[in-house]
């Protein structure tokens, strides 16, 4: 005779099994080139070089070097920039990348995205959140981000039982916010994007403002 409570108590508990095995996505792969990631964390124009080329395409301009340059002081040291370039010279693209390099390397904790309007602040976060999913030399040198959101598949509830192992990843997947993955040795973890509406910047580690 069958015992179908039997049946049923294996059904459920490979139905677990599968889902436990669906939240664990040890092992995070290893950087595949180190050195271009240390040079990258090390310099902005590296960065946009090394994971961008398919963006900044053309030979640097005085003005672009200039705008690097002043980037790079506002992200290590604190400092306040306001920009104005022409319309399409590539600012909005620039400033965007200089937000996921000032988060992914560790140097902020905290970026703003401001813009006039709703639909503009969150399609500024949605373009760097597709760069992390989609970006396959992001991928190769920063897994510790990458991999871990790569494995969302876009699906933001997986987020709350995501772990590495039994350690969460504490991803934040939301419209108008990304939390980065915690991931044991990533200077990113926890760093938090977020957008807003606004013309008035308070005491903020970084802030992206674009109309």
Not at 43 to 51: G, Q
Not at 141 to 162: S, T
Not at 174 to 198: M, R
């Amino acid at each position: 005779m069958v015992d179908y409570e039997i049946i049923k108590e294996r059904a459920r508990r490979r139905s677990r099994e599968a889902s436990e095995d669906a939240r664990n996505i040890a092992p995070v792969p290893a950087v595949v080139n180190p050195r271009r990631k240390a040079a990258a964390c090390k310099s902005f124009k590296k960065f946009c070089e090394s994971y961008f080329s398919d963006v900044f395409y053309l030979k640097w301009s005085k003005i672009h070097l200039a705008v690097i340059e002043k980037i790079e002081r506002v992200v290590n040291n604190g400092e306040i920039y306001a920009l104005a370039m022409p319309r399409g010279s590539g600012k909005t693209t620039l400033f965007q990348i200089a937000v996921l390099w000032a988060a992914i390397t560790g140097r902020v904790e905290l970026v703003v995205l401001i813009a006039a309007n709703a639909n503009r602040a969150s399609q500024l976060l949605e373009d760097i959140k597709i760069w992390l999913e989609t970006n396959d030399k992001l991928f190769e040198d920063f897994p510790e981000v990458c991999y871990p959101i790569r494995r969302l598949e876009r699906v933001a509830l997986r987020a709350r039982g995501q772990h590495i192992d039994g350690e969460p990843t504490r991803i934040g997947w939301k419209a108008s916010e990304l939390v980065f993955p915690t991931v044991k040795g990533s200077k990113s973890s926890g760093a938090l994007l977020s957008e807003a509406i606004s013309s008035r910047v308070g005491a903020l580690p970084f802030v992206f403002s674009t109309t």
